[in-house]
């Protein structure tokens, strides 16, 4: 039988392997790193071919650096990001799902950003210690011995390009690519289009989607998020299975949470490959008081109100005081400094009413 994915409009070829496989920090030391000066880069075990084009991006010779009692190398020389300026960026001869970066030397404060030329970027296998994941696809590194790590860059559909920045603070990492390319998944599902919407009156956010051809289909598995990051799986929708028709589908996520929510699809076929959709946003209005949302948050969050006009106010459960600001509608809340707990967020209305509502920072 043969194998197709359609995804906003591109054919992708079979390739073989799943979204989830290739490094993580149990094996990425097994694997070979690439000198900065070895692209284009064809991998001997997936065939993949990565072309590399940089600007303001010196090199730098190769060192050593510890995370968590593991250390952290590449081979010479690696790419130095040292500026908000510099760019790396890497086109792939096949879409790929997930790729490796090691990156050390890294000081306080310094971010790493990811973005693909089309779809969704998340990260993952980061070091624990002292690295946050600021948003789906920027690591920051907080604390102040200089540090080592390696970081996984994730596609949930396959992207022929990315591009690799720095916030230009610190005293600038070096970053080279580990030979672990991971292809896209391939599926017997021609996709179409993939909707999310809050329907206000039924207290429920409404997922749909459509294909317009399937082969050996098994399963849609609706996945939710309150930070497009930690996701749980909420719901499967059987498929139709063979069909070369156009399809539809539906799944009711019933009392969705206040706050910003994020869903995506995983479509199953019957030998069990599976491969993600692009992530949809719902923003569901508090109907009185306030949301903050994510929660836990990892130090940023969002405050979300009905009321327009107030004073936010932060404090721990001591009842010391944080964070003071006026607030009109929506504000964003950093407590990237603070220890790992719980936290009391709230807000006196210019009316007269007070909100109280509990964050935890993880």
């Known amino acids: 039988?043969?194998?197709?994915?359609?995804?906003?409009?591109?054919?992708?070829?079979?390739?073989?392997?799943?979204?989830?496989?290739?490094?993580?920090?149990?094996?990425?030391?097994?694997?070979?790193?690439?000198?900065?000066?070895?692209?284009?880069?064809?991998?001997?075990?997936?065939?993949?071919?990565?072309?590399?084009?940089?600007?303001?991006?010196?090199?730098?010779?190769?060192?050593?650096?510890?995370?968590?009692?593991?250390?952290?190398?590449?081979?010479?020389?690696?790419?130095?990001q040292n500026a908000s300026t510099s760019i790396i960026t890497l086109t792939f001869s096949v879409p790929v799902s997930k790729f490796t970066v090691v990156v050390n030397g890294t000081n306080d404060t310094e971010e790493f950003s990811y973005f693909a030329n089309s779809g969704t970027v998340m990260l993952s296998d980061y070091c624990a210690t002292g690295w946050t994941l600021m948003s789906s696809n920027t690591v920051r590194y907080g604390l102040g011995p200089a540090s080592g790590s390696i970081i996984s860059?994730?596609?949930?559909?396959?992207?022929?390009?990315?591009?690799?920045?720095?916030?230009?603070?610190?005293?600038?990492?070096?970053?080279?690519?580990l030979d672990c390319f991971v292809p896209a998944a391939v599926l017997p599902v021609t996709m179409g289009d993939f909707q999310a919407s809050h329907v206000a009156n039924m207290q429920l956010n409404r997922v749909e989607w459509q294909t317009s051809e399937e082969h050996g289909a098994q399963q849609f598995e609706v996945y939710h998020s309150l930070d497009g990051s930690d996701w749980n799986m909420i719901g499967k929708?059987?498929?139709?299975?063979?069909?070369?028709?156009?399809?539809?589908?539906?799944?009711?996520?019933?009392?969705?949470?206040?706050?910003?929510?994020?869903?995506k699809l995983r479509t199953v076929d019957l030998d069990g490959n599976f491969v993600y959709s692009d992530t949809r946003e719902v923003m569901v209005q508090p109907a009185q008081g306030i949301a903050v949302f994510p929660n836990p948050a990892s130090g940023r969050f969002?405050?979300?109100?009905?009321?327009?006009?107030?004073?936010?106010?932060?404090?721990?459960?001591?009842?010391?005081?944080l964070r003071r600001m006026p607030f009109q509608g929506e504000s964003e809340v950093d407590l990237s400094g603070q220890p790992r707990g719980t936290y009391l967020v709230s807000l006196q209305e210019s009316n007269g009413s007070r909100w109280v509502e509990r964050v935890v920072l993880k």
Request: proline share 5%.
């Open 1 to 80: 039988m043969k194998k197709k994915l359609l995804l906003s409009g591109v054919f992708l070829c079979a390739l073989g392997m799943a979204w989830g496989q290739g490094c993580n920090l149990s094996n990425f030391t097994s694997v070979t790193s690439i000198p900065a000066t070895s692209y284009p880069f064809t991998s001997p075990s997936s065939g993949i071919t990565v072309s590399a084009t940089v600007s303001n991006t010196p090199t730098l010779s190769n060192t050593s650096y510890s995370c968590n009692g593991q250390m952290f190398a590449m081979s010479s020389p690696a790419w130095w």
């Open 302 to 321: 969002q405050v979300l109100s009905t009321e327009n006009r107030g004073e936010l106010m932060v404090t721990d459960l001591a009842g010391k005081v």
């Open 237 to 263: 929708v059987d498929a139709h299975g063979n069909t070369d028709r156009l399809k539809g589908y539906t799944y009711a996520h019933v009392l969705p949470p206040t706050g910003m929510n994020y869903y």
């Open 153 to 177: 860059i994730n596609h949930p559909t396959g992207a022929t390009q990315f591009t690799l920045r720095h916030n230009g603070l610190g005293s600038g990492s070096r970053i080279g690519l």
